[in-house]
């Protein structure tokens, strides 16, 4: 740390002198402290999945190897409220059946993402259930210290590389580091 | 693994540019930290500020006087980095060039065959959740991007 301290003198307690905690307080989102210039430690890692994920890329594992000691929890959302319509306008045999079939692909997709982690000496957790993939992944968000969200989670794209509506709004609103991949 | 970091002179930027030297010492990676000074802002910052002080008969000084500051200040910031990537023995560069900031850090993705893009989660105006540079490079990228907060 000897490092960056003397790097925050220089920057910022030589040049503002005896102001230096009323201009810390009053323009804190220009200034980066020392207890802000510190190595993220990726321990917990949340990855969000749906019907609209299919692949993830090589150069994404090969990220998540640069982490020490982390722990993956891999959760497989199926959206509620599209099961709710489905109850109500075609019956609730008809919500089972699409619930199942997306629930099959999920845990397909569960089945093959693990095992790549694994294969890397990575610890895997996995989840399935029916919810809402924006609000959910927001308030688990908070419980790790990076989440990686697909470009297609939620749907909705156009090519390619478009970003979904729900990755980007994910990416804007969460208070934790994110890849988007 | 080559790493691209986009350096804009704010402290997320320095944030996710120590965040990335760790990653690429943990995997032996190559590493371009890339800045953009976009003349449009500095023209857009002396204009505001001759406003502000009645002063707009000095806008061009203004406006130079933004540009060297700025160009200073990310040079300082790209020399620390630089130190700091030799201290470790890194395979690595700093970049500074001058244009449009969208136009000129995806010229310099397509060109660097890079397999992760890491930025700060905002920009100079920090109230702007992820920064507008995010929506305006995101799509065109086809790594991941690691966004550090």
């Given at each position: ?22 201009v810390?307080?009053?323009?804190r ?8 210039i ?9 990855i ?19 982490f ?14 599209v ?27 569960l ?34 210290d ?21 990755a ?8 934790v ?5 | ?14 944030k996710?540019?120590i965040?990335?030297?760790e990653?690429a ?13 976009d ?7 002396a ?6 002080s ?7 000084e ?8 700025l160009k ?14 030799n ?9 500074i ?12 993705f397509?060109?660097?065959?890079y397999?992760l893009?890491?930025?700060g989660a905002?920009?100079?105006?920090s ?6 540079l ?13 966004i550090?907060?």
């Amino acid at each position: 740390m000897e490092y960056f301290k003397s790097l925050i003198n220089r920057k910022f307690k030589d040049v503002v002198g005896s102001r230096y905690k009323d201009v810390l307080k009053d323009y804190r989102e220009f200034l980066l402290t020392e207890e802000e210039i510190v190595l993220c430690d990726f321990k917990r890692i949340l990855i969000p999945l749906d019907i609209f994920v299919s692949e993830v890329p090589e150069d994404f594992y090969d990220l998540l190897t640069a982490f020490d000691e982390t722990e993956i929890n891999l959760v497989y959302i199926t959206d509620s409220d599209v099961i709710s319509i489905i109850n109500d306008v075609l019956g609730e045999d008809a919500g089972r059946e699409y619930q199942a079939k997306k629930e099959n692909y999920g845990r397909g997709l569960l089945e093959k993402i693990s095992g790549e982690l694994e294969s890397r000496g990575i610890t895997v957790n996995r989840r399935l259930y029916a919810g809402r993939k924006w609000d959910d992944v927001e308030a688990m968000s908070e419980n790790y210290d990076l989440v990686a969200v697909s470009k297609s989670f939620g749907g909705g794209r156009g090519d390619e590389n478009e970003i979904s509506p729900v990755a980007q709004r994910l990416v804007q609103q969460m208070n934790v580091s994110s890849v988007l991949y | 693994m080559k790493i691209l970091v986009l350096l804009d002179g704010s402290k997320w930027s320095y944030k996710a540019a120590i965040n990335a030297i760790e990653i690429a010492k943990k995997k032996d990676a190559e590493i371009t930290i890339f800045s953009v000074i976009d003349k449009d802002e500095t023209r857009a910052a002396a204009f505001y500020l001759c406003r502000q002080s009645n002063m707009c008969d000095l806008v061009n000084e203004h406006e130079d006087k933004i540009y060297r500051d700025l160009k200073k200040s990310i040079g300082e910031d790209l020399n620390e980095l630089t130190l700091n990537m030799n201290r470790m023995n890194l395979e690595g560069r700093s970049k500074i060039v001058e244009g449009r900031r969208d136009e000129e850090i995806l010229k310099e993705f397509e060109s660097g065959d890079y397999s992760l893009v890491v930025m700060g989660a905002f920009g100079k105006r920090s109230n702007i959740r992820v920064g507008t540079l995010f929506n305006g490079i995101s799509t065109a990228i086809n790594v991941p991007i690691l966004i550090i907060r």
